[in-house]
């Protein structure tokens, strides 16, 4: 019986081990736009510079993934980036640039995955619950008391050991576990129940995390876990809270920015870039290279105004 479980264990975990061998180094990860609603903006989208700070903080390159492409642009895109993240903010999410594009990349990172071809995928808040629409087809979500707490996670039974969270140090994780250093700023949320109640979900994720706002129970962070069924291994990741806020943004008082929440977000940015280091990926030129990265875009000092999110936004016209 022993052996057994042994042997299953390495069967589902031989992907990866047989990825390792070959390490890409100069990672380069896609963070997708979203619409700008401010009438006084100077600009019709933008990105949050903490989602690049957090990547560029573990060792990636950047490229602004912009909405309103078409298919044919989002495809050359995709093929030359090692991942793609999907940001928090207030998108609808279907009718949005951002769900529109978010789709077309998900699709993309389905294929590839399901052809041998690592591509990961991360999605934070807003990026969390579009991928709850994408997998399922469903709006699924529900209110919850969650738009300006920090909270620390519960862990469910055997979530240590997951793609994610096995590589962190003990120290981290229990920090994660005891101490309140995940963000929320979310009205909505993927209740246990909804999640448990998806056949779409419940095949496709594995609740890594839940919390609650004293009275829901919610999903807070998941994982793709197609690995044992259909020895497959889709690097899809998901959380419901802000690992990328606390050593950038300083817009709010309930960011935490102690030690151990500066440290969490490190090892959160290095777990990611880690799996976009097993893509091979890359743009077909030098130059297509350095015209495509963030580099190209100029910094705004957003978070002076009273009621600012962000403290520096790169806005496109
Ligand atoms: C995207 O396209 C929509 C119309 O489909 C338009 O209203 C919107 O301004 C465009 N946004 C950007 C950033 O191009
Ligand atoms: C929402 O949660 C906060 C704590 O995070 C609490 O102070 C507040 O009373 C709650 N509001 C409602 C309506 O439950």
């Known amino acids: 019986m022993k052996l057994l479980t042994v042997l299953i264990f390495f069967s589902c ?3 990866a081990v047989l990825i390792s061998n070959k390490r890409n180094d100069e990672p380069i990860i896609g963070v997708l736009a979203q619409e700008l609603r401010s009438a006084s903006s100077p600009g019709t989208s933008y990105i949050a510079a903490s989602y690049i700070k957090f990547l560029e903080s573990a060792g990636a390159r950047v490229v602004p993934v912009k909405i309103n ?6 495809e050359s895109l995709f093929s030359s980036i090692n991942g793609i993240l999907f940001p928090g903010g ?5 009718s949005s640039g951002y769900a529109k594009a978010a789709k077309i990349l998900y699709d ?10 690592y591509f990961p995928l991360w999605g934070t808040c807003l990026g969390f619950e579009e991928l709850t629409y994408l997998t399922s087809g469903k709006l699924l979500l529900s209110k919850t008391n969650t738009t300006e707490v920090a909270l620390p996670l519960i862990f469910a039974s055997g979530s240590r050991e997951s793609k994610m969270f096995r590589h962190f140090p003990k120290d981290v994780l229990d920090s994660l576990a005891s101490e309140p250093i995940t963000e929320n700023s979310h009205k909505w949320s993927l209740t246990v129940e909804s ?10 994720y594995k609740i890594l995390t839940t919390n609650s706002d004293g009275k829901t129970e919610f ?12 020895a497959k291994d889709f690097p899809i990741y998901a959380s419901q809270w802000h690992p990328e806020k606390n050593p950038f943004e300083w817009t709010k008082p309930y960011i935490p920015h102690t030690p151990s929440a500066i440290k969490m977000t490190f ?12 893509n091979f990926h890359r743009f077909p030129s030098d130059k297509e290279k350095t015209d495509s990265l963030i580099y190209n ?3 705004v000092y957003t978070g002076k105004k009273p009621d600012a999110t962000f403290e520096q936004m790169y806005i496109f016209k």
């Open 195 to 204: 999640f448990n109640n998806n056949e779409e979900l419940r095949n496709f």
């Open 297 to 299: 875009y100029k910094l």
């Open 90 to 94: 207030g998108a609808n999410l279907i």
């Open 267 to 278: 090892y959160v940015a290095n777990f990611f870039v880690n799996e976009a280091r097993k």
């Open 13 to 15: 975990a031989l992907p």
């Open 108 to 117: 993309l990172a389905l294929k590839a995955n399901s052809q041998g071809d």
């Open 219 to 230: 999903v807070s962070t998941m994982e793709g876990d197609l690995a044992c069924s259909t």
């Open 69 to 74: 492409q078409t298919q044919e642009e989002y």
